[in-house]
């Protein structure tokens, strides 16, 4: 069955490093790869999509990499702040996003900025 | 910007009973979806919708569940008789055909079945 696989135990790290979070995958092809952000009580909220043939995508503090042959992706936050606190979600799709297609999200990452 | 809104925020009902989550999503998205996430669980795809029909469903979304569109704005979400484990926070959320800009999530209802 399909798995996605993210770090379970909640990553602590110093407000100004950067931030590394891994999503893992098996049994699954997806064609797209999509972060979000939740915060406790609250719904998911968008931040990068990237495609399988892309390797990188940026936006602002932001980096999302996504190795197909690996069926891994990385998620990076630069100069992480404690209001970037919260967990992150890495969620699979194998047909285009602009379509009826669902999501299968991983179980989440929390990540505790401190100063 | 534009939001997906869903009451209520918090619901509580008697097992056997029926409840209906509402949403409003974003009015120029075309497509619909409800998903759950149990306490300290991940998020779960139950159902989406499309032209006023429902495109895929889960395992989970069984008879017990259905999804309406009654107007140009709202979605609903129905569970007719609750069980225990139908407790959980249910998410509406909303896309349009420009993929790249991701699904736009609502708060949730987080129902509570006892």
């Known amino acids: 069955s399909q798995k996605i696989e993210q770090n379970s135990e909640a990553l602590n790290i110093q407000e100004g490093k950067t931030a590394t979070l891994t999503c893992n995958y098996t049994n699954y092809s997806p064609a797209y790869l999509q972060w979000y952000r939740q915060d406790p009580g609250r719904g998911p909220v968008f931040l990068l999509l990237?495609?399988?043939?892309?390797k990188e995508k940026r936006k602002e503090r932001l980096k999302v990499t996504f190795d197909t042959t690996l069926k891994q992706s990385l998620f990076h936050i630069t100069a992480s702040q404690p209001a970037d606190s919260a967990t992150y979600l890495c969620a699979l799709t194998n047909r285009y996003p602009g379509t009826a297609s669902k999501l299968t999200f991983g179980t989440g990452t929390r990540l505790q900025v401190t100063l | 910007e534009p939001e997906v809104t869903q009451t209520p925020s918090h619901q509580v009902t008697q097992m056997g009973q029926e409840v209906i989550l509402r949403c409003v999503p974003i009015?120029?998205?075309?497509?619909f979806y409800w998903y759950r996430q149990i306490l300290g669980q991940k998020v779960e795809f139950l159902v989406s919708f499309y032209n006023n029909e429902i495109s895929e469903k889960s395992e989970i979304f069984d008879d017990q569940f259905s999804v309406e569109r009654p107007d140009g704005s709202n979605f609903t979400l129905k569970i007719r008789s609750t069980k225990l484990e139908d407790s959980a926070m249910y998410f509406c959320a909303s896309s349009s055909d420009r993929g790249s800009y991701g699904y736009t999530f609502g708060s949730g209802t987080r129902l509570t079945v006892v």
């Open positions: 009015s120029n998205h075309l497509y």
């Open positions: 990237i495609r399988e043939n892309e």
